[in-house]
């Protein structure tokens, strides 16, 4: 009965680069969050999805990060050229509802920009 | 704005009780969240309590909410060294959503034998 699983643990890229994070929820669960922690921050809500569907990226910044959860397999945070302010840790939680039900948190991604 | 207040840091010893503070800013909020982090882990939900309550116990915790000075606390009866981590105070956006939080910059609870 696996949780939330994140991969990878830890990504390191460049300036510039791309980075990919993945996260595979629950089984079952429909609902997907992406949080990302600064260090000594506490968490920043990002982005909501359903399957198929953004339901709220008002915590997305506007340019360079995009989110997808499609119908099959895992949800995909992606960040275009990124730069140092970029690192962090990126957190995924799954839920299979919304309302009165646990929202349960992956382990994170952390990345590094150097 | 939408802050979440925490103190940093609390240091206590072990067996004594803990008492972890938090303000919010929501008065709508319907429910309200503490998570544990434990070093290079994800966060744990720990318990959760509904606006309309004023107290929750669960075994060793107990929220504490005063709606009217939109302040939460949880105390840890007992503390033991495997309590050490970062607790978080969490308030929902939507009613009763755990997805969309906002989340205090956590508390480092210190637990000395």
């Known amino acids: 009965n696996a949780g939330v699983m994140q991969n990878p643990r830890h990504l390191v890229r460049r300036r510039g680069q791309e980075a990919r994070l993945r996260c595979s929820p629950v089984?079952?669960?429909?609902?997907v969050y992406w949080y990302r922690q600064l260090p000594e921050e506490g968490l920043k809500f990002m982005v909501y999805?359903?399957?198929?569907?953004?339901?709220?990226e008002s915590g997305m910044p506007k340019e360079r990060f995009s989110a997808e959860f499609p119908k099959e397999g895992p949800s995909i945070l992606r960040i275009q050229q990124v730069v140092r302010g970029d690192s962090a840790a990126y957190f995924c939680?799954?839920?299979?509802?919304?309302?009165?039900?646990?929202?349960?948190f992956g382990q994170g991604t952390r990345l590094t920009v150097v | 704005g939408e802050d979440v207040e925490q103190s940093l840091f609390l240091s206590v010893r072990e067996g004594d009780s803990s008492v972890i503070n938090c303000t919010y800013t929501?008065?709508?909020?319907?429910?309200l969240y503490w998570y544990k982090q434990e070093p290079g882990a994800g966060l744990q939900l720990l318990t959760y309590i509904f606006s309309n309550m004023d107290m929750k116990q669960d075994q060793r915790l107990t929220v504490l909410l005063n709606k009217k000075d939109k302040h939460l606390s949880l105390r840890i009866a007992d503390t033991q060294t495997g309590d050490s981590a970062i607790y978080f105070c969490?308030?929902?956006?939507?009613?009763?959503?755990?997805?969309?939080?906002?989340f205090g910059k956590g508390t480092k609870l210190s637990v000395k034998p």
């Open positions: 929501d008065s709508s909020s319907t429910y």
């Open positions: 999805l359903q399957k198929e569907n953004i339901i709220d």
């Open positions: 939680a799954s839920s299979p509802q919304t309302q009165n039900t646990e929202a349960f």
């Open positions: 969490a308030e929902s956006r939507y009613g009763g959503s755990q997805g969309n939080l906002i």
């Open positions: 089984k079952g669960h429909s609902h």
